[in-house]
């Protein structure tokens, strides 16, 4: 029986607690470790709530998911959490399909109903939310955040850090750089610049929704 302790009490908590129980991997969640407690008791999350001060000792295992969105916050948390000697195993759920020639990074989870093609990158903590497909010889890159019913062509190149928004298009061998944002629905035909933020088909720079 593996045991993970999953980091994080909102919404993409919830989500991994359903595919955990749906998985034919024996995977018991030990508690979850968070400093929003009203979160823990409303949705009635299993196990333990443990607070942000968490250590492999005391909470009985040194496996754990990071169930947080952001990638600045989940690189953060992570680099915390392997000082205190955490581990990261990567998670594909039953219903997707992903290739033996594939290679995943610590930390990544793949969501029901994807497709992971061969000869794909996902470097770690990165995390792909359902219903998504990733072309042959793709590179994304850590902690990237991607939506729900996404497609990313054949060797499209996704930077460190991006999120790509839900029902977004990366056109094949097209580059994203570093921390972009694809809005939802968007469709990327050519290579985005690090920082920037993309809407629309054809996705158009959206500077005014840039920091």
Do not use: W
């Not at 980091?7 to 993409?12: E, K």
């Not at 992903?98 to 290679?103: F, I, K, R, W």
């Not at 939802?184 to 959206?206: C, D, H, I, L």
């Amino acid at each position: 029986m593996k045991k993970i302790l999953v980091i994080g009490t909102g919404g993409l908590a919830r989500e991994f607690t359903s595919y955990f129980s749906s998985s034919s991997e024996q995977i018991e969640i030990v508690g979850f470790s968070s400093t929003n407690h009203g979160e823990h008791s409303s949705f009635e999350l299993p196990g333990v709530l443990f607070d942000g001060d968490v250590s492999p000792d005391s909470v009985g295992t040194d496996e754990a998911v990071i169930a947080i969105g952001s990638p600045a916050v989940k690189k953060r948390i992570s680099e915390e959490l392997k000082a205190r000697g955490f581990t990261f195993p990567s998670f594909v759920h039953p219903s997707s399909v992903c290739s033996d020639e594939a290679n995943l990074g610590e930390g990544v989870v793949v969501s029901p109903n994807c497709v992971i093609s061969p000869n794909v990158a996902v470097n770690p903590f990165s995390y792909i939310n359902f219903s998504c497909g990733v072309g042959h010889d793709a590179i994304i890159g850590s902690y990237v955040q991607i939506n729900p019913g996404t497609q990313l062509g054949g060797g499209s190149i996704i930077g460190d850090g991006c999120l790509i928004g839900s029902g977004s298009t990366v056109l094949q061998g097209v580059q994203i750089g570093a921390s972009a944002t694809i809005g939802a629905g968007s469709v990327v035909f050519s290579r985005v610049a690090e920082n920037a933020t993309m809407m629309g088909n054809p996705a158009k720079r959206m500077r005014a929704f840039e920091k």
